[in-house]
């Protein structure tokens, strides 16, 4: 049978309101007089014009209208149920002060009439009427796709799981995954609609939802228990890995590993520039279990071209399943400071790379450009080439990061700072379909336009069809070329059809 642990948290908010500021003047002279309701609640809130409570809330009413004698309070013959403490009669009352408990959900309105020592002039009202809209408490739920086996939920390690927020309001939201066995947490997301994730260990575990609005406030947090337990799936590497800013080289693998089973650093084999390199310490990565950090005796610079293999000996998961030795994966080296940011295309469209420019290129109406979602890697926002069948070897296409000079628009590619005589590297992910490219461009320019003002890089990429692979190149910046240069992005095709992406494009300054 699941158990459902259910909580429910109450915080305190006081908000004071003072309805009807105007002050009516009595008829004589130099004495003011006028009607004011004072409210003091623990928990108000305001939704198009309407305030907003919740049920079983507690509001203090108090008449501060200037030199009242006498008061009538009355509730309103369609109001929700509410509760006047320590009165018989729920439905009026002529205290200056009143505490109200409302106890039911719907809409209350509260009138007060005050009688005052001196008249009124003729156009100050006799009452005024206060409304709110009682609301119920949040109730905190979600649903899961964990199956439900013999009567609890069941996961294989490193599968992907999904919450997704039921509650009666998606205003806010806070989820928490605790491994019951170690009590520490090993997830946790305030996204409000759905929380995706996966546990790469096996065990027991709880996740927590707590849902909550800010006015009026509520909370409600429900925590269910489920169970983690060793993949039927082999233990999988990725094709290719990268270096952190600490200079190791991170190895992801589909789910968490054994610590106790790490093997020695001569079980590793790496090369830089095609060159054998030492190993020096292989650990877990402390952030992710399912990390390998791999540190080379020597930092690999971000000019170079890295590979590394793995022959296992010892090596598991930690739900007991063998790793698996892999040979010769790619290893991209820490760049440093990127100063090329915008130059994954998410905000790039046609409105601010103009594609039809005077840097055109030759036969350029052979190739088209534009910018597509979910081409890219991680299916993110790219640039895309495309010819068609009989299009002409040689053609070219350019595509100008500036929109006619517009020298700030959302999107565009400014590369800045650059230095005078400092060399630095363009790292590119390329990919193709079709008839391989004959060249894969990308550079910058500094306007207004000069042609030693242009910089035109020539990337070098062994392309792979179908594949994203890195394209790398480099250039020394000269006098006249910066600052802020703006992005030239092109390619030569080698005919058609073909369809060539460009996406992530960094510049990093070369390592010396």
Same mark, same amino acid.
């Given at each position: ?28 002279? &130099? ?34 209208? @200037?030199? !009242? ?14 509760? +006047? ?77 999904? /919450?997704?927020?039921?509650? !009666? ?8 995954? @605790? ?63 990268? *270096? ?33 390199? &030492? ?36 090596? &598991?998961? =930690?739900? !007991?399943? *063998? ?46 450009? !534009? ?52 060399? #630095?590297? +363009? ?16 550079? /910058? ?25 890195? =394209? ?6 000269? =006098? ?9 992005? &092109? ?10 992406? #460009? ?10």
């Amino acid at each position: 049978m699941k158990k459902v642990y259910k909580y429910i948290f109450t915080i305190s908010l006081i908000l004071t309101i003072v309805l009807s500021c105007t002050t009516y003047d009595y008829e004589e002279p &130099n004495n003011g007089a006028g009607i004011t309701l004072g409210i003091n609640s623990l928990n108000l809130g305001l939704a198009d014009e309407v305030t907003q409570t919740r049920i079983n809330d507690t509001v203090v009413f108090t008449d501060l209208s @200037i030199d !009242s004698a006498n008061r009538i309070w009355t509730v309103m013959e369609s109001s929700a149920q509410i509760d +006047i403490l320590g009165s018989s009669d729920d439905r009026s009352s002529s205290r200056e002060t009143f505490t109200a408990v409302f106890k039911e959900v719907g809409e209350v309105g509260v009138e007060l009439r005050p009688t005052f020592n001196n008249p009124l002039t003729e156009e100050s009202p006799e009452f005024v009427e206060f409304n709110f809209n009682v609301l119920p408490l949040i109730e905190a739920n979600f649903t899961t796709n964990i199956p439900i086996i013999n009567g609890e939920l069941v996961i294989e390690a490193g599968e992907t799981i999904t /919450f997704t927020n039921t509650s !009666s309001e998606l205003e806010n939201a806070t989820w928490s995954i @605790i491994n019951f066995d170690t009590e520490q947490e090993v997830a946790n997301s305030d996204s409000v609609d759905s929380f995706i994730t996966s546990i790469g260990s096996v065990g027991n575990f709880v996740v927590s939802l707590t849902a909550f609005t800010n006015e009026p406030f509520s909370q409600d947090m429900i925590s269910v228990p489920f169970r983690v337990i060793p993949s039927s799936a082999p233990l999988t590497v990725a094709d290719e890995f990268n *270096e952190n800013e600490a200079g190791q080289i991170v190895v992801p693998f589909s789910r968490d590993l054994d610590a106790s089973t790490l093997d020695e650093p001569s079980n590793f084999e790496l090369f830089v520039n095609g060159v054998p390199a &030492n190993v020096s310490i292989v650990s877990l990565d402390p952030e992710n279990a399912s990390n390998l950090l791999i540190t080379p005796a020597n930092n690999i610079k971000n000019f170079e071209t890295a590979t590394l293999s793995y022959t296992r000996v010892n090596l &598991n998961s =930690a739900d !007991s399943v *063998e790793a698996p030795s892999f040979s010769d994966i790619t290893v991209t080296p820490f760049g440093g400071v990127n100063l090329f940011p915008k130059g994954d295309f998410e905000l790039a469209s046609e409105d601010n790379y103009d594609v039809n420019n005077g840097f055109l290129g030759i036969n350029a109406n052979q190739v088209s450009i !534009s910018f597509q979602d979910g081409v890219g890697i991680n299916n993110s926002r790219a640039i895309v080439f495309s010819s068609v069948a009989g299009a002409i070897p040689g053609s070219r296409r350019i595509a100008f990061g500036d929109k006619n000079g517009n020298t700030n628009p959302d999107g565009v590619n400014i590369l800045t700072p650059v230095e005078d005589g400092v060399t #630095y590297i +363009i790292r590119m992910k390329v990919k193709y379909t079709g008839v391989p490219p004959d060249e894969v461009n990308f550079g /910058f320019i500094k306007l207004p336009f000069a042609q030693n003002t242009r910089v035109q890089i020539q990337l070098n990429a062994d392309l792979i069809e179908g594949e994203f692979v890195d =394209a790398i190149g480099e250039f020394t910046v000269v =006098a006249g070329t910066q600052p802020d240069m703006y992005a030239l992005a &092109n390619v030569t095709i080698g005919g058609g059809p073909s369809e060539i992406i #460009y996406d992530d494009i960094q510049v990093f300054e070369k390592d010396l």
